[in-house]
């Protein structure tokens, strides 16, 4: 009797670990940050402080923006709803700090892939959805047309904690050229600071300088210089330690991308339903059980689609019509030329 | 034995608490940086900053070190804290003793200022001095010269610089004069409490600083050069000065602001150091012959500065914690270079944070320090 006793003890502890086991197995599957997403009801999205075509908000507090469209195809993708994002605006100094202690869950706030950044300090970075370089803006009236005519003694504003002050010093110090590099915290502050004539060139990535330079008092008394100093692959980033809620940004982004490539709108997204071809069709959610693989349903690829737009749709709304990149350079599908190539999803 | 028990054991229990507060985030932190594969050490500190910065007291460029960098930041900080600390107390003495001027218009306008200025947010007067005054400034090629060789402008402001030659001789020179105005000093001391003589100890100071250096630019042992600023040209309308120094427009705008919120409520500590001091030491050391001069002197500016070192010294600790708001106008202090751009680059938030705080720690308990040993030297002094 005794000995049955233990036998049975024996037998339901070995039960009681491999369910428990079982369920661990299944629980680590579904992602951490997706329960938390979802019991909150919104996604925590950082993003910049006011950069028109990326991130910038209105007067009345919308915002807009490619990289704003990235969190809003998270949320439409988790959440069934695009509008139902918080953005958290941050400094360049603040962002890595808000994502890695948990403030946010995204960060998309125009930010370079780099090997320190995806390897030290315990970050992901999900995809790249504008490849960016660095450049100079300058005055027109000082008659410079290219950076071969800087000469020692030139200041430079910027900002601090991003990977420009870097490439500066690499650019200045093989042209043997002496510089001041004048470093703010806020872009904002590094535009009054520029506008006022305290710095000959204000230098960020390209696409930055477009922006920031219709912020100045007269933008057409300025131009961009032609050449390009580094690269800067601008994209979204996630904290390291959650693969699945990795894999949901990653595929929200490259979503969008292969969207434009098979010409799937949020126009025309649900009529795709009845395309011939099946990569449309999984895309839009009518064949393949591809969301099953976050722990998400079958429709989170349609409503970012039918919710957000395509890239191209995306581009040209926050980027292209607002003046200021119209053309879309290296970020143009494969298909034309340009460079954005995303894995197939399927 | 009882009651020794009972006064060890609730600090003991403070110290467990302390002890397991700080534990808890310590292994809190642990936690969740091995949680998120982050890993903790000050190695980077011997790595490579490639970084550069605009302004440094000691040779700086990005191939020096993060640990070169934050000498750079603190140096930075020191510097903007000690002119800070220079401009306030003098402009605080002015003031203070002026709200107590029989003259209406100066002691009103004392008055005004201290008001004004105290009642404005710091970080809103830096933005002032920064933004506003400082960019009203005219370019360099416009600029007409301040004192004949220096230049006020938006980029900066341009001064000579000064190259010596020899120089320690030139510093063992003005050791000499001050070791023997030391010695002048006690003679004078002595010759009065002897002799009840006086001799112009100030007078002999002064001339023996300014003749003695004198003396050896003279002979020709140490020599000096000045390299004026000169205008360059970078492109069509781009100027600036070179040759001379530049004092960035960063820190002439921090230490205008610093020194001017500061001086207020240094003003205050020395209103209220004077004004208690009782009417009667004044009349009373009129009534055995005392000249005005040495009434202030002898008696009531030593009993006066018992009332106002000890506050005026937690004015210099807020000046210095709030150079920390060079931050915001691109001034390079420890926060700007250090917790900023070398955090930024490295992702070492707790190591660089920690740094910091035990930075600033250490600079307010230097301060204070000094201030507490000054405040015991000026103590009554029971005999």
């Not at chain 1, 007067?59 to 139902?84: F, Y």
């Not at chain 1, 010409?263 to 069709?281: H, L, Q, V």
Request: glycine share 8%.
């Amino acid at each position: 009797m005794r000995r049955t006793l233990k036998h049975l003890v024996y037998l339901l502890t070995s039960i009681a670990l491999l369910v428990s086991f079982e369920t661990g197995a299944f629980a680590a599957k579904k992602s951490k940050t997706l329960k938390k997403t979802q019991k909150m009801g919104f996604v925590r999205c950082g993003v910049s402080q006011g950069l028109p075509g990326f991130s910038n908000a209105d007067a009345s507090g919308n915002w807009t923006g490619v990289d704003v469209d990235l969190c809003r195809a998270v949320a439409a993708a988790t959440l069934g709803d695009s509008g139902k994002v918080k953005f958290y605006p941050l400094s360049a100094k603040e962002r890595f700090t808000a994502l890695t202690s948990g403030e946010i869950d995204v960060l998309s706030r125009n930010t370079t892939w780099t090997l320190s950044r995806d390897a030290d300090i315990g970050l992901t970075f999900v995809g790249v959805n504008f490849y960016d370089g660095q450049g100079f803006m300058v005055r027109k009236s000082s008659g410079i047309t290219s950076t071969s005519q800087f000469k020692s003694g030139i200041s430079a504003c910027t900002n601090i904690g991003t990977t420009t002050e870097l490439n500066m010093r690499d650019f200045f110090n093989s042209k043997g050229i002496k510089y001041e590099p004048v470093a703010f915290e806020k872009a904002d502050e590094v535009v009054a600071a520029y506008d006022a004539g305290r710095c000959d060139t204000y230098t960020t990535d390209k696409s930055g300088l477009a922006a920031q330079r219709t912020k100045l008092s007269k933008p057409d008394d300025h131009i961009v210089l032609p050449e390009t100093i580094s690269k800067e692959p601008l994209g979204p980033v996630v904290r390291q330690g959650d693969s699945v809620w990795e894999d949901i940004v990653r595929w929200s982004l490259n979503v969008m991308i292969e969207a434009e490539e098979y010409g799937i709108t949020s126009a025309n997204a649900d009529s795709m339903k009845s395309s011939e071809n099946p990569a449309i069709k999984r895309l839009v959610g009518a064949e393949g059980e591809l969301g099953a693989a976050f722990g998400l349903d079958n429709d989170w690829s349609l409503r970012i689609i039918k919710q957000v737009g395509n890239y191209g749709e995306s581009y040209k709304r926050n980027i292209a019509d607002t003046g200021i990149l119209p053309d879309r350079g290296p970020n143009q599908l494969w298909t034309k030329g340009g460079i954005l190539y995303v894995p197939p999803a399927r | 034995m009882n009651h020794r028990l009972k006064n060890i054991i609730p600090q003991l229990l403070t110290l467990l608490f302390v002890l397991a507060v700080i534990g808890f985030f310590t292994i809190n932190a642990q936690l969740n940086m091995d949680e998120r594969g982050i890993d903790f050490g000050y190695g980077f500190l011997g790595q490579e900053s490639s970084f550069d910065v605009q302004f440094s007291l000691i040779e700086y460029d990005g191939s020096h070190s993060y640990a070169r960098a934050y000498l750079v930041g603190l140096l930075n900080t020191i510097l903007v804290s000690v002119l800070g600390i220079i401009f306030c107390t003098i402009i605080g003495v002015i003031v203070g003793v002026a709200r107590l001027s029989p003259n209406y218009l100066i002691r009103n306008t004392a008055a005004w200022y201290v008001e004004f200025f105290r009642n404005v947010p710091l970080l809103l007067q830096i933005f002032f001095w920064y933004y506003a005054a400082l960019r009203a400034l005219p370019l360099p090629e416009n600029t007409e010269p301040l004192f004949g060789v220096t230049y006020l402008t938006v980029k900066g402001y341009y001064i000579p610089r000064l190259i010596w030659e020899n120089f320690d001789i030139l510093f063992y020179s003005i050791l000499a004069a001050i070791i023997s105005i030391v010695i002048i000093k006690n003679y004078a001391k002595k010759l009065q409490e002897e002799k009840g003589q006086q001799l112009p100890v100030f007078l002999i100071s002064v001339s023996l600083l300014v003749i003695l250096p004198a003396l050896t630019l003279i002979t020709g042992m140490v020599q000096l050069e000045v390299a004026l600023p000169v205008l360059k040209q970078l492109s069509k309308t781009s100027f600036i000065y070179a040759d001379g120094i530049s004092v960035p427009p960063e820190l002439l705008a921090l230490v205008l602001a610093l020194s001017l919120y500061t001086a207020t409520f240094v003003a205050e500590c020395v209103r209220a150091g004077i004004q208690g001091i009782s009417k009667g030491q004044k009349e009373a050391a009129a009534s055995v012959g005392l000249t005005p001069n040495q009434i202030l002197k002898l008696v009531i500016m030593p009993q006066a500065l018992r009332i106002i070192i000890p506050p005026t010294t937690n004015q210099y600790l807020n000046l210095t914690k709030n150079s920390s708001l060079a931050a915001a106008i691109a001034y390079p202090d420890l926060v700007l270079v250090f917790a900023g751009t070398a955090l930024m680059q490295t992702g070492r938030a707790i190591e660089i944070v920690s740094i910091t705080m035990l930075t600033y720690l250490s600079l307010s308990l230097a301060i204070s320090i000094l201030m507490n040993w000054y405040n015991k030297r000026i103590a009554i002094k029971e005999k």
